[in-house]
């Protein structure tokens, strides 16, 4: 009798994740969330160093306690609805890059606050979810050239590795170059080019928490040098969301403006298309793909991203969407949401240890090295851009060099949306165009008006 009533429960969780249909089972399902929590858990430490007052936007930044607490409470969130709804071996955080637009176009470069930006986000999410679970996503995708999509993937890497050569010191300002290689003989520049040696050692040879490794390293290495500060302590009670929890809310009437525009609609192409990517790629890994190509409950795994993203903007940190470190919990068995929810369990278990976090986001030249490596991975979409033939090469190239030249990821992707009819036209395939790209010119042709205005 005993056993009747215990095997029940484990044959309607297999039924409902497919666990043995899909030859997993449950211990390697655990062990694979285990393993893409460990290949993206650098996010805890990096997040918060580039959105924090404690990093580059000091006293414009969002307070360092607070996003470290919501970085892993959206991770929990967006992962748990990941793995429960679309059943996937998937995990969600705060992106990189997208941290990297809000902090430095959104906030430092167009001047608009944290509180109003968590807004654009918000509504990014929101819009998202709409796109998600209509037939109008399937008509977006097919509108935006597969080409620009990777060069707007490949872009972000670029700006993100440019961030982490300038926090390494590796590359400084120059009045007459504009910029110049940094000085080696500094101590925090030797650090980091420690820490970038390291982890590129590990992530050569193949170790699925290459980063984070790289980090540890890094800041043991700094601790004893007496470059990076012990922490005070080792766990502590989550705190900090009441300064920032339901600001995206208060400040909604602020984010319907032409500005606000323009950073909602950027955030929601980056993550739109980032997140269709990464999960067609994780799925394909993991032999979860129809037999025509297409992507089961492709529906709810998208609204998973969005209803991430939008309960993160309400807690208090940048776009959460899907993370590619999950090829790693793959790469070890994954193949269902259990191990989305083995992911959610450890980041939950890390929101107490928030000292030992805080240490490496407070230490620029202990993150630098996991954004430059993550700058490369995600660079790696340039050798799928089609270089030979111009229509696609002239606005790629100018999507990717904008990107870290202008210091703003909207501006790249302006641009090159804006010379991509252009060519077309050129090219006399001006029939190949989707007619929502002569609205997105159009759009970010106001945009360069009005950064002009």
Not at 414 to 421: I, S, V
């Amino acid at each position: 009798m005993n056993i009747e009533v215990t095997s029940r429960p484990r044959g309607r969780l297999d039924a409902y994740f497919g666990v043995t249909e899909l030859g997993s089972t449950y211990r390697r399902e655990i062990m694979a969330g285990t393993v893409t929590f460990l290949a993206m858990s650098y996010v805890l430490a990096v997040n918060p160093a580039v959105l924090g007052d404690h990093g580059p936007l000091g006293a414009k930044g969002i307070p360092t306690q607070a996003v470290f607490t919501a970085t892993a409470l959206a991770a929990v969130f967006g992962t748990l609805v990941m793995g429960l709804w679309a059943r996937y071996p998937v995990a969600l955080a705060p992106g990189m890059g997208l941290n990297a637009f809000f902090a430095y176009t959104v906030v430092l470069d167009m001047g608009i606050p944290w509180q109003q930006a968590l807004s654009g986000t918000l509504l990014s999410g929101v819009i998202f979810f709409v796109l998600a679970v209509t037939k109008i996503r399937e008509k977006i995708i097919d509108a935006i050239p597969l080409q620009m999509k990777l060069a707007v993937g490949a872009g972000i890497g670029f700006f993100v590795a440019f961030i982490g050569l300038k926090n390494a010191g590796l590359v400084v300002s120059s009045e007459s170059t504009f910029v110049h290689l940094g000085h080696f003989t500094k101590g925090t520049t030797l650090l980091a080019l420690f820490g970038l040696l390291v982890t590129v050692i590990f992530l050569v040879l193949g170790w699925h928490g290459a980063v984070l490794y790289g980090i540890v390293a890094t800041a043991l290495v700094g601790i004893v040098s007496g470059l990076v500060e012990l922490p005070h302590s080792v766990v502590a009670m989550p705190h900090g969301l009441d300064r920032t929890f339901g600001e995206a809310i208060v400040n909604l009437p602020h984010a319907f403006t032409g500005q606000m525009a323009i950073v909602v609609l950027t955030m929601l192409f980056v993550d739109f298309f980032d997140a269709s990517g990464t999960l067609i790629g994780i799925a394909n890994q993991a032999g979860l793909l129809g037999p025509d190509g297409k992507l089961p409950r492709a529906a709810q795994a998208l609204a998973a991203d969005s209803i991430g993203t939008t309960a993160g903007a309400i807690i208090g940190t940048s776009t959460t969407t899907a993370y590619v470190e999950s090829t790693a919990g793959v790469s070890a068995g994954g193949r269902t949401g259990l191990t989305a929810l083995s992911t959610a369990g450890w980041f939950l278990v890390a929101l107490f240890f928030f000292p030992l976090f805080s240490v490496v986001a407070d230490a620029p030249s202990v993150t630098a090295p996991a954004l430059i490596v993550v700058g490369v991975l995600m660079s790696r979409a340039l050798g799928q851009i089609d270089w030979q033939r111009l229509e696609y090469a002239v606005p790629a190239f100018i999507t990717i060099v904008m990107m870290p030249l202008t210091y703003s990821i909207a501006n790249g992707i302006a641009m090159g949306l804006l010379f991509y009819p252009i060519v077309m036209i050129a090219r006399r395939r001006i029939r190949e165009v989707h007619p929502i790209m002569w609205v997105l010119m159009l759009v970010f042709l106001a945009y360069f008006i009005f950064l002009a205005d």
